[in-house]
């Protein structure tokens, strides 16, 4: 072929492909009046800006440059599809509350690829109400009382008390240990620092950095292949439990780990082998990282905030001289339930650390809010850390600021969601502000701590501390 040949196949595409897409941009429905917006490139869209790594204290300048642009309802093209990215915390509540009427959850198919096709995150309708059931049981509030109360509070000292007085730890790691093992413990009965809890642990690394790996791609050498292979790792290893367990109560053995998820399951569910073990994935998945995160993001935030600190401490001083007098020990729910500042400082800590930052749903209705349309079968993400973020919401917004939530002005505020809401509000809420109330308590009772090396946290979109926050940690002289 010539050159000339070349130029005019070249151009005549080119041709063809304006009058396509002038065809397809005039057939749109002229009368649907969808939110501002950018589509950015073909297929990427603006994934890469909105994916990109941004301070965790921060709504992230992808956020705040299209909010400054657009107003707080969006569209765009995120992963691989039209997009409507809700920064409005009565579209948010509104999208939470019409689950499975007009919006759905719809995670990115990678997702399901390592969490499996029956995680918690992925499944919806009557299999998500039913499996949704089955966790809300395990978590449910009496069973944090009077069952993983006293686990937690054990777990948490058996951490802390490991760390040696003017020693250097980073304390995302500490955590994360304190809620895996309380997990790997309350989900098959694992003991830390076995062997077996410990090859667990090593695979499910493996597995959480392709869970969380933005390139999803199931080729050689790539986390996210990684992560399926260390998935199947894992479920050889959670079946052969499951195994193991019902030889035991064929054989009439007495089985102490009667109370743990895994003998729930089997004896009072219908769930086939794989749905229970991604149940049980999405349990120690949920259940993990992000309370460990949020532990690690109290820890950053108290030393920025000294007279926090001090209230703190007289708060958990006060316990524990009271129990003293009544020749009581071990900590309780009722000492949990006297945490007063304590629970303000939680809610301040998922304000600004935002573990959580936005949602991934669909519309499954073409739905009308606010005069905007959303188009059925588009992705609708609603950040909810937006409200957050907001100093309609929450003056000041990018102070940590725990006496916010002191007397009625916090409690009315329902612009506040760390936890999702409405059918698929995080069945684990209760339990992982048990995990945070406890840690701290036994961490602000037994040491000082500081921060070293100026780590700070990042949003990869997991929220995360690049060198683990390192701090130093001294006894406190009362622990001495
Ligand atoms: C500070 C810690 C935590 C935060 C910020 C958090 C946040 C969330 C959010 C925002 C959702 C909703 C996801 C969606 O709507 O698509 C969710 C769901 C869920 N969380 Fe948590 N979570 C935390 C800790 C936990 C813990 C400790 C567990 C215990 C295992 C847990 C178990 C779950 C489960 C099972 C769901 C799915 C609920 C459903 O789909 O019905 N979470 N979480
Ligand atoms: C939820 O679980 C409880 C306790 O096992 C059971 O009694 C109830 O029938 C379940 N509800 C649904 C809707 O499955
Ligand atoms: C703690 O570490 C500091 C230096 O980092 C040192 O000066 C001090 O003596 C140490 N104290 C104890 C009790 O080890
Ligand atoms: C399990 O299945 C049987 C028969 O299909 C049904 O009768 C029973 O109610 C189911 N149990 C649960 C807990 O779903
Ligand atoms: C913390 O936030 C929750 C809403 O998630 C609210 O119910 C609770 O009252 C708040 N606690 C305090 C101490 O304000």
């Known amino acids: 072929m010539s050159d000339s040949h070349l130029t005019f196949c070249f151009l005549s595409s080119i041709l063809a492909l304006i009058v396509i897409t002038f065809i397809f941009t005039k057939r749109k429905k002229p009368t649907l009046n969808l939110p ?29 440059n299209h909010i400054a642009r657009y107003g707080t309802i969006y569209r765009s093209n995120l992963f691989g599809e039209p997009a409507i990215v809700s920064a409005d915390a009565g579209l948010n509540r509104f999208i939470m509350q019409n689950e499975g009427k007009l919006f759905e959850a719809s995670y990115p198919k990678s997702l399901g690829g390592v969490l499996g096709k029956w995680s918690m995150l992925v499944i919806v309708g009557d299999m998500h109400r039913d499996m949704r059931n089955i966790s809300l049981n395990f978590l449910s509030y009496s069973r944090v009382r009077f069952h993983l109360f006293k686990d937690i509070d054990y777990h948490a000292r058996r951490v802390i008390f490991s760390w040696k007085h003017n020693s250097t730890i980073s304390a995302q790691k500490e955590a994360r240990r304190f809620t895996f093992n309380l997990m790997a413990k309350q989900i098959m009965s694992l003991d830390p620092g076995k062997p077996e809890t410990e090859q667990l642990k090593t695979e499910y690394v493996s597995f959480m950095k392709g869970v969380v790996s933005l390139v999803p791609l199931n080729l050689p050498g790539t986390a996210y292949r990684k992560a399926i292979k260390a998935r199947s790792t894992i479920l050889k290893f959670i079946e052969a439990k499951m195994e193991e367990r019902a030889k035991r109560v064929q054989k009439g053995e007495a089985v102490e780990e009667e109370n743990d998820l895994l003998n729930w399951v089997v004896t009072n569910t219908n769930l086939s082998n794989e749905q229970m073990l991604d149940l049980i994935l999405s349990l120690l998945f949920g259940g993990h990282e992000t309370s460990s995160v949020a532990i690690a993001l109290a820890i950053y935030f108290l030393p920025g905030c000294p007279r926090a600190m001090q209230q703190l401490r007289e708060e958990h001083v006060e316990i524990v001289t009271s129990k003293k007098k009544t020749g009581e020990v071990e900590l309780t729910w009722d000492d949990y339930k006297k945490m007063e500042f304590t629970h303000c400082v939680l809610n301040e800590t998922l304000r600004l650390g935002n573990v959580v930052r936005y949602l991934h749903r669909k519309a499954i209705k073409d739905v009308r809010y606010k005069g905007y349309d959303i188009p059925r079968g588009w992705k609708v993400l609603p950040v909810i850390s937006a409200a957050h973020f907001d100093p309609q919401h ?87």
């Open 394 to 480: 929450f003056d000041q917004p990018h102070q940590f600021n725990p006496w916010r939530w002191q007397g009625s002005n916090g409690k009315a505020d329902n612009n506040f969601m760390p936890f999702g809401g409405g059918s698929r509000y995080c069945a684990g809420s209760e339990l992982a502000k048990v995990e945070m109330a406890v840690f701290i308590h036994h961490l602000i009772l037994n040491y000082n701590w500081e921060l070293l090396e100026g780590d700070e946290p990042f949003v990869y979109p997991y929220v995360d501390f690049p060198k683990g926050l390192p701090i130093k940690v001294q006894a406190t002289s009362s622990s001495i």
């Open 36 to 64: 501002p917006g950018h589509t950015g490139w073909p297929l990427l869209g603006e994934t890469i800006g909105y994916l990109r790594t941004y301070q965790a204290l921060r709504l992230g300048e992808f956020m705040e």
